[in-house]
């Protein structure tokens, strides 16, 4: 079972909609969470670190749920240019040596 | 300008014909990492580096080397490239192993 989880979509919405994706992660002593974001053939690039009490950055919010193992990613206002792939990642667990573990992927498209 | 930087960004060799792919990191992490991507697989950790010194393996090492012998520098050397290694590697780097990684532009390889 991989380490985290996350649906493929693709979640097509229109512009200005509210979506939201979740993730799981499997290993309960995973310290740090994140979300990247990636375009079609570039490199990831860190959207937000994921905390305990959630955090918000204008138009994204990440929650973090230990007891349940999940993590989520609230987009609102939803625009053009946030069709990409959201990567969700866990790391830190000692007992999987800190390797960084990434989720497949979610893909969003956003249309006029 | 902080970064990574991997090179080449594009080989398209041979089986068998050893490879290094480089990666230099201007912002004195001491966390390094190479992942290699391919569709439906996600990102997967092949190896990472705590330090100097001090490296270890990811989820899929089987067939690459790596080195730490700087802070800086965090080469991925392929001995005898075979075709199941094209793919899309990406280096990264974090000030520590808990924190959002900053990730190269992406080496696109090709084996025949």
């Known amino acids: 079972r991989k380490e985290v989880e996350q649906d493929p979509g693709p979640f097509n919405v229109p512009e200005g909609a509210t979506v939201a994706f979740n993730c799981t992660y499997s290993n309960s002593a995973s310290q740090s969470f994140f979300w990247y974001r990636q375009d079609c053939r570039k490199e990831p690039k860190l959207l937000m670190s994921?905390?305990?009490s959630g955090n918000e950055d204008g138009r994204f919010t990440a929650q973090l749920n230990r007891a349940s193992q999940y993590i989520s990613l609230l987009i609102r206002d939803s625009k053009l240019s946030d069709s990409a792939t959201y990567l969700c990642?866990?790391?830190?667990?000692?007992?999987?040596?800190?390797?960084?573990?990434f989720g497949k992927g979610t893909s969003l498209l956003v249309t006029p | 300008e902080a970064q990574v930087t991997q090179n080449p960004r594009y080989l398209i060799t041979v089986t068998g014909k050893k490879l290094t792919v480089t990666c230099s990191q201007n912002?004195?992490?001491?966390?390094m990492s190479w992942y290699r991507q391919d569709p439906g697989l996600g990102l997967r950790q092949i190896y990472y580096?705590?330090?100097?010194?001090?490296?270890d393996k990811g989820d899929v090492p089987e067939g690459y080397k790596v080195s730490r012998k700087e802070k800086r520098n965090f080469p991925l050397i392929l001995e005898s490239p075979s075709p199941n290694q094209t793919s899309l590697y990406f280096c990264?780097?974090?000030?520590?192993?808990?924190?959002?990684?900053?990730f190269g532009d992406g080496t696109r390889l090709s084996i025949l």
């Open positions: 990642v866990s790391s830190g667990a000692v007992n999987s040596g800190y390797a960084l573990n």
């Open positions: 912002m004195n992490h001491e966390y």
């Open positions: 990264a780097s974090s000030l520590y192993v808990r924190q959002p990684q900053h």
């Open positions: 580096s705590m330090n100097v010194e001090a490296t």
């Open positions: 994921v905390y305990s």
